[in-house]
């Protein structure tokens, strides 16, 4: 059976029809549809070299006397992240 008009009154008396401990479930549902009108939201564009070069990110630590080794920097960098995402999975 398809319905081809619903106005307010038919779905107040359909709400009212079901138990209000189901009315959370309506909410749900209904946040569901209002989400799924609503457009995607844009994605950015990929980020290029040539927009990279240009952002002022590359070089951006050039002048920096404390890190020494890049690549053992950023190795420990990564061992840092990787020790607090453990700490807090833990937590």
Same mark, same amino acid.
Do not use: D, H, K
């Given at each position: 059976m398809t319905i081809s008009f619903v106005d307010e009154k038919q779905i107040l008396n359909a709400l009212h029809g079901l138990e209000p401990g189901r009315w959370p479930e309506v909410l749900d549902f209904i946040g569901y549809l209002q989400q799924? !009108?609503? +457009? $995607? /939201? !844009?994605? +950015? $564009? /990929?980020?290029?070299?040539r927009a990279l070069l240009q952002s002022g990110l590359v070089g951006v630590w050039a002048d920096r006397d404390d890190i020494g080794d890049s690549v053992t920097f950023a190795r420990q960098l990564r061992q840092q992240v990787e020790r607090?995402?453990?700490?807090?999975?833990?937590?």
């Open positions: 799924r !009108a609503s +457009p $995607a /939201p !844009a994605q +950015p $564009a /990929p980020l290029t070299a607090r995402g453990l700490t807090n999975a833990v937590a």
